[in-house]
């Protein structure tokens, strides 16, 4: 199949939307069996025995289902069974109110259209992936005579050798420090590499072979980048033998100090490969995957390999999972982890799957390679599945014990801020600035589960009325555009993503301007509370205002306490880093970045040849004229952009 013919190509919408149909048959939005079965037998008069893709729909429109199938008319016929139904289902056809249909040419495009219909949607009757975040990469870029190694996250579109996925960023930043000390690659900026007059620090920490000042010619950096290759690639032993190599040839030479640079990236590279926790030698490369269930709650386990070397390993607890066997969450969670993932060409796992050819078909057609799926039975590829799923297990204990507890403090909270139920979602909002300036706002979100940072927002404060350094101003700015949007997304409060509290960093005057911003926004039953350090601003001495005038403090060592600040801190900690990325983003732009024909080499020459760019600003047009690269068209309008007439 050709890549335009694949159901994640953008041309290829256009074809299965010709396909399309919708469905419907009127009734009430209150859950009706027989509504659901006879909106489902109305589509079968016309559904085709054919593969494809169905999205079960309520009144509403909101898809409560993406199922995919090798002959439509067959699969969706079992819906109107409702005895043989389980009761997960019955509560589905109960709320269904149309179908829309996609047809596909094979089952495998099937397979891959509903992978990425689950995650655009997220239905409440698929199990799905709480952690969708991008994984972070190794980027080797290759558009520059001398490469650059660099972390790299999102959609692969530049030129380069991309290794990963990695598990996190701890694990792209450990890789990243080891590159640095065994092959001496540059990590600067483009930017930074054209301006440099001497070595930077790296050099002098030997992280670096300071190409950018000619420490080091084209062809040696270019076998260094070979080697980083070579050992991205899991060839770490011919890397070993030919430092060796090198070494012993430079002692040979008496050139002791090149041998000690040889000896110090022999010990850098043994440490590596001895800090080695999973061992994988001779795998290639491989994703292990096992999955462990306990009381309704499940959750798999992942290795990445790479090149026989561990890149990592990550916990998953995917949703919605009650009532579906083991194996079917097993396979909707490869189709969908893969869904925008290069699969490795061998993937372990821990137990049989019933369409684990289908499976197989479909990564093979994503990416267009030999992909297998393999459950080992013995020898060391075993050991590797064994240590997953105790892994796999220890994860699940822990993050249930960790909601236990979490359940009892939400318990509490509920009490003390009287609260009508233990809160299922927790906004805490905060701002940050220095003298009024890159302000931002911050908002943080908790639930049961813990900390739900796919859902952190940062606000950046743009309305030219909120006056540099107001609070109140840059709150009041922050909460009407996250209400307003709310409202506009979800009038019905049927999703989810409405606060059952809101935690506000100040005191009686944050909280009273914050009642007054959420009355004029018409959202009156959304709990607020304003947390102030105590006397002295200690810690441990908070005072928690409530509307009305009521104030709560908790003793000291308090679990509820310590929850509280947990969260206060949280929020505090995101949004002074969401203005330090904002400062630093500032720093490094200048007013001749907003100039019309103004771009990178002419900025260069104009920074060069005046030094700053308020010298720039400030110049006459003489002056400009006679700068390099500058034509007098293009100084005169520089000129009349930094002094416009009247």
Not at 418 to 442: C, F, Q, W
Not at 454 to 462: E, L, M, Q, S, V
Not at 592 to 617: C, E, Q, S, W, Y
Request: hydrophobic share 35%; glycine share 6%; aromatic share 8%.
């Amino acid at each position: 199949m050709s890549k335009a013919d694949r159901p994640d190509h953008p041309r290829a919408a256009e074809r299965f939307n010709e396909e399309t149909a919708t469905y419907a048959v009127r009734g009430s939005d209150a859950p009706d069996l027989e509504a659901g079965v006879a909106a489902i037998r109305n589509v079968l008069k016309t559904l085709p025995v054919r593969p494809g893709v169905y999205r079960m729909q309520d009144a509403r429109g909101e898809v409560l289902y993406v199922g995919k199938a090798r002959a439509l008319r067959n699969r969706v016929t079992n819906y109107t069974q409702v005895a043989k139904l389980p009761k997960r289902l019955q509560r589905m056809v109960s709320q269904t109110r149309s179908l829309t249909i996609v047809t596909t040419r094979t089952e495998a495009e099937a397979l891959l259209l509903e992978a990425q219909l689950i995650k655009r949607f997220r239905p409440p009757y698929n199990v799905l992936l709480r952690d969708d975040k991008s994984f972070p990469f190794i980027l080797l870029r290759e558009d520059h005579e001398f490469p650059r190694v660099q972390k790299h996250r999102g959609a692969r579109r530049m030129k380069g050798s991309y290794y990963g996925p990695f598990a996190s960023a701890g694990s792209v930043t450990r890789t990243l420090n080891a590159l640095q000390k065994l092959f001496l690659l540059r990590s600067c900026s483009d930017s930074f590499f054209a301006n440099r007059s001497r070595p930077c620090l790296l050099y002098q920490i030997k992280r670096c072979s300071a190409p950018c000042v000619e420490r080091i010619g084209r062809e040696d950096y270019a076998e260094l980048v070979a080697d980083a290759k070579a050992f991205l690639a899991g060839k770490s032993t011919n890397v070993q033998s030919r430092l060796s190599k090198l070494m012993a040839e430079a002692a040979e030479a008496r050139d002791y100090e090149l041998a000690a640079v040889y000896r110090d990236r022999l010990r850098a590279l043994t440490y590596i490969q001895g800090s080695q926790t999973v061992h994988a030698e001779g795998l290639g490369d491989a994703d292990i995957f096992a999955l462990a269930c306990k009381a309704g709650a499940m959750c798999i386990q992942a290795f990445f390999i790479r090149g026989g070397q561990n890149w990592g390993h990550r916990a998953f607890f995917p949703v919605h999972t009650n009532d579906v066997p083991e194996a079917e969450v097993m396979s909707s969670f490869l189709v969908q982890f893969y869904e925008d993932m290069p699969p490795p060409r061998r993937i372990l796992i821990d137990r049989d799957l019933d369409d684990r050819a289908l499976i197989e078909e479909a990564l093979c057609e994503r990416a267009e390679r030999k992909v297998t799926i393999e459950r080992p039975q013995r020898g060391d590829r075993r050991k590797l599945i064994d240590q997953a799923s105790r892994n796999a297990e220890e994860a699940l204990e822990r993050r249930m014990a960790e909601t236990t507890t979490q359940g009892k403090l939400l318990r509490e909270l509920a009490d003390m801020f009287e609260l009508p139920e233990p809160p299922k979602r927790i906004e805490v909002y905060d701002n940050s600035h220095i003298m009024g300036t890159n302000a931002t706002g911050a908002m943080i979100v908790a639930g049961p589960e813990g900390f739900r940072k796919n859902n952190y927002r940062k606000f950046n404060i743009k309305r030219p009325e909120t006056q540099p350094g107001d609070d109140f101003a840059m709150m009041r700015e922050v909460l009407e555009r996250r209400f307003a949007r709310l409202e506009k997304e979800d009038p019905d409060r049927s999703s989810g993503e409405w606060p059952d509290l809101l935690l506000i960093d100040g005191g009686k005057g944050q909280l009273s301007a914050v009642c007054e911003i959420m009355e004029d926004a018409g959202v009156h039953d959304v709990p607020v509370v304003a947390v102030s350090k105590g006397p002295d601003r200690n810690a441990g001495r908070e005072i928690f205002h409530m509307p009305g005038g009521r104030e709560i403090s908790l003793p000291p060592n308090s679990a509820l306490m310590f929850y509280l600040q947990r969260l206060r801190d949280e929020a505090h900690r995101f949004a002074i880093g969401t203005h330090r990325q904002k400062r630093a983003k500032s720093l490094t732009t200048s007013s001749l970045d907003d100039v019309p024909g103004i771009g990178p080499n002419r900025k260069r020459a104009l920074l060069m040849h005046f030094g700053t760019a308020r010298a720039v600003k400030g110049a006459a047009l003489d002056d400009l004229e006679r700068a390099p690269g500058i034509s007098k068209a293009m100084a005169r309008q520089l000129y009349d952009y930094f002094h416009p007439a009247g």
